[in-house]
Every structure is written in C-alpha cells, then in structure tokens.
C-alpha cells in the first residue's frame, strides 16, 4: 500500500468522524447557532481543508495539493448558489428556526453520498471518452451566460421531482412534529414535512452538482480529490448558511462572479478536449497543438479574483444604496440594534430584515412571541438576539402593556421557554 493510498484511507476515517460527531450535536441539541458558533464551525472546516492540502504538500504530493486548494475553492465557491436555493426551500416549507440545522445537515448528508456515485460514474466515463469534455465544457459555458443574462427568479420555488413524486405516493401533514419523519392520526401513518424538505434539500443539491462535477475535472480526475473537494466544500455549507443570513440576498453581482468562473472552467474544458482530441471529424482525430495550456494555478487566480471582484462590488452597491435608503448595515446574522441614517434606531433579524422601531412584541393565541414594527412588519421573536429585543422592548413598550405580556407568559402552558427569556 502507498503513502497515498494510507492517506486517503486516514483521511476519510477522520472526516467521517467529524461529520457523525456534527451529525450527533445536532440531532441531540437541535437550536439556531449563534454567530460565534457559526463562525467557529466555518473556521474549522477552512482549516482542516488548509490541514488536509498542507499534509499533502508536505508528504511531497505538491501537484494534489495544488490540485485540491484549487478545487476545494471552486467547489466552494459554485455551493454558493446552493445557499440561494437553501434559503427558499427551507423558507418554502416553513422550517422552524430549530430544525433548520438538523435539516441541512440531513440533506448535506444525502447529498455527499449522491455526489460521491456521481462522481466514480463521471470519472469512469471520463476515462473512456475523452470527448466527453466537450460536451461537459460547453454545458458549463451555457450555464454561465443563464447565471449571468438568463432569468431564473422561480428557481428552488417549485417542487422538483422527487418531492413531487413523494405527494403522490405517500400521505403528508403539514404539521411538523420534532424532528420525527412520520406520525400516526386515527390509525393513519402520515410523513411529516421533514421527510420531504431533507429530500428536496439532498436531490436539488444533486442538480448543481451537475454543474459542480463536470468544473472540477477541469483541474483533477483523481476520484479521491474530487470527492475530498466536495466534502470540505460541502461540509462548512450549513453554518455558512446561518453565518451570512440574509447577506446573500443583497450581494447582487456574485451570480456575475459565479459565471465567470463557469465560464472560464467551461473554456479549461473545451481546451483540453482539443489537446486530447481523439474525435476524427476534428483535426483529422488529432490532437490539437496549438491550443493554449491552463495551470492550475491559472484556475486559481480566477476563482479568487471572481469572488473577491463580485463581492467588492456588490458591498459598494449595498453602501451606495445604503446612503439613498438610510439603511448602510451589511446584516450578517444575528445583529445588534443599529442606528440608522434617519437618526432611528433599528434592530434586524436572523435573515437581515430591518425593523424599525418603536417595537412591541405581542403573545400570540399559540403561545408564541412576535415582534412587530413601527410599519406593521412581523417576525417571530425567535429570530433576533434576545438582548437586543429585551432592551427593545424595555423602552419602547409602555410599561402596563409589558407588564400585561410578562403576565400573559406566566399564564401560559405552551410557550417557548426561550420567548420567555426574550422579555
């Protein structure tokens, strides 16, 4: 057995590890991260990948390692439109703030295990047909100029197949019930909505990995740095969703990044396609000499100068609009009350939504808190930081009316124990 084959073999056995140990937290401790605990996850997964490709490096496979960082960041920079997708499946089935992690790590599961049959059918077609690369280099062109000009404002809104085949087959209840998958009613089995929002989750990420596959072989073939890219990438994704919150939505030019770098992958493709030209209506079925060569480290440059160029410039968008607005918060997570341009001060939401005060929170016939806004807006009190609200509420509530909510909690049998701690 080589050192390369001993390292892949360690190095799975460690991942595998983390991801049952993340899986194990979650299900036993189902909650929304805080922004420290998601930055901390983030921050560990970055670095067990810088880990992963220093080990390499220094075992002196420098080419894989060169290999992997380039494919790591592309892999992670396409998931990015995974989070887009993310946020209105979880929106559309109305996913409690509670379970939202246990479901994305569910789904991300599933989705580890589709990529990795994807990926071992890829590279052995790969193998045998060179001129595969054609085919998977003009996809990713196409796909390029529909991220950047084409009009996809429903994508992720519709139930894709697989869930759509799920309502057919099976009886559902829009009632979720902890984290259970089924539930009986009357002698009656009904699945719960989070049988089908993991399913829908684990197969619509199977769709971008259409795209995401297909790029990655553009920089390495071996199956084993393929499929290491695509954990790392995809394994720092679910706290990636509850880090950035509602900033996605506001960086308006990064689908312009994501599609330069299909773009230029899709190209990568098409180019090396000819070097290894072996179709005869082609040259003659030769190879094609004059074809420039792209490095890795080419890739590399791309990817990054993509990302750093859309996201620079998205933030000067959000500042310029901020000013017109009086609104210039970057709302990532969970925020502190701000104050704004108009003098007032604000406090946002988990997703970046900006309430404006003078707040009050009302108890709900369910047992819930809600908070609403000076201009009527709603959001459950669930998703703001409790300080924040509790501080809001303080001033700018009159004080009979707080002490009627506080009275109406003691009273209550089926409020959240968390909502109480809010007020």
């Known amino acids: ?75 992670y920079s396409l998931s990015i439109d995974n989070l887009f997708v993310f946020i209105i499946i979880l929106s559309r089935f109305s996913v409690p703030k509670e379970m939202q992690q246990r479901v994305l790590m569910i789904g991300i599961l599933i989705a580890i295990v589709l990529r990795g049959i994807f990926i071992l059918v890829g590279v052995q077609l790969i193998e ?59 002698g009656v089995t009904y699945f719960t909505p989070f049988l089908m929002v993991i399913i829908a989750l684990g197969t619509t990420d199977l769709l971008f990995a259409i795209d995401s596959i297909p790029a990655i072989f553009s920089v390495t073939t071996d199956p084993f740095l393929v499929f290491a890219c695509n954990i790392f990438a995809l394994m720092g994704l679910r706290q990636l969703y509850f880090l950035l919150g509602g900033l996605l939505d506001r960086l308006v030019y990064l689908h312009y990044g994501i599609a330069a770098i299909l773009g230029f992958i899709g190209v990568k493709l098409v180019f090396h396609a000819m070097e290894k030209n072996d179709l005869p209506f ?27 160029i859309a996201t620079v410039a998205s933030l000067i968008r959000i500042r310029v609009k901020g000013k017109e607005t009086g609104d210039t918060s970057l709302h990532i997570g969970p925020s502190e009350a701000e104050l704004g341009a108009d003098g007032h001060y604000h406090i946002v939401d988990a997703m970046g939504t900006t309430f404006h005060r003078p707040l009050r929170v009302e108890h ?34 009159p004080a009979e009316d707080l002490e009627e909510l506080r009275r109406r909690i003691r009273e209550g049998r089926e409020f959240d124990e968390r909502d109480d701690r809010q007020v």
């Open 1 to 75: 057995m080589t050192p390369y084959q001993i390292f892949e073999i360690a190095s799975m056995a460690v991942l595998v590890a983390i991801l049952i140990f993340d899986l194990l937290i979650v299900v036993k401790r189902p909650h929304v991260p805080s922004m420290k605990e998601a930055t901390g996850w983030v921050a560990l997964y970055v670095s067990l990948a810088l880990v992963f490709a220093g080990v390499l490096f220094i075992s002196g496979e420098q080419q894989k390692a060169g290999e992997f960082v380039t494919g790591w960041l592309l892999e």
């Open 128 to 186: 045998s047909f060179s001129w595969l690369f054609y085919i998977f280099g003009a996809y990713l062109v196409y796909v390029a100029w529909q991220q950047a000009f084409g009009h996809d404002d429903d994508a992720g809104e519709k139930d894709n197949f697989a869930v759509r085949l799920l309502k057919k087959r099976f009886n559902f209840t829009d009632t979720w019930n902890g984290g259970k998958i089924r539930l009986k009613s009357e």
């Open 282 to 308: 082609i040259n003659g079925g030769e190879p094609i000499t004059w074809v420039p060569h792209i490095e890795t480290w080419h890739s590399l440059i791309v990817i990054l100068a993509s990302m750093v």
């Open 364 to 397: 709900n016939d369910t047992g819930t808190l809600t908070v609403v806004d000076a201009h009527g807006k709603e959001a459950p009190v669930a998703d703001f930081s409790a300080d924040v609200v509790r501080e809001a509420a303080r001033e700018d509530m």
